[in-house]
């Protein structure tokens, strides 16, 4: 029997964390990487509460970093998952700083990254549809399977 539908909603996932020095560089200036690894952990959460499964991470694009982060900044990321095809499925990602002295909160990063569910031996299983709800569910879903079909045309490599 094919898997129930989920809606958006049920598999949002929010994480934050504080900047700390072993974050950054001696400037004071928090690395990419730590950046990236939350944003990793929160879409691999959303990933595995729409699946119920095991997810792997097969690709992670469309990553841009808009603005520094710093050492005190508390680092937000919200990830929703935008769109399932039959056993992959895409997640955003949204990361925001906030300087607590000041509640001052920016936008730092945006990325795109597809998850594939997996058996135990590492084999792709089928995943719930996925049901979008309000309008900006709805244009997420559009986008992502115009960003599916590019990524069907060109090598896993690239
Ligand atoms: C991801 C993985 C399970 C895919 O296995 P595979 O045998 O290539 O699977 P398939 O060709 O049957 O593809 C399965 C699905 O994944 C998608 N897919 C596979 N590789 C992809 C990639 N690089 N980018 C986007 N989608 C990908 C396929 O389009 C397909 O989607 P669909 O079922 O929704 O149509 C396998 O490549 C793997 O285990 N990679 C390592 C993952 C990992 O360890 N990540 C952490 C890195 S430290």
Known sequence: MPPEAKTVAVSKTVMSRTMLPSDANPYGNVHGGEVMKLIDAVAGAAATRHARARVVTARIDELSFLAPVYVGHLVTAKASVNHVGRTSMEVGVRVEAEDMLT???????????????????GRPVPLPPLVAETDDERRRMKAAEKRRSLRLHRPRTS
């Open 103 to 121: 509640g001052t909160v920016v936008h730092v990063a945006s990325a795109y990254l597809v998850f594939v569910a997996t058996d135990e031996g």
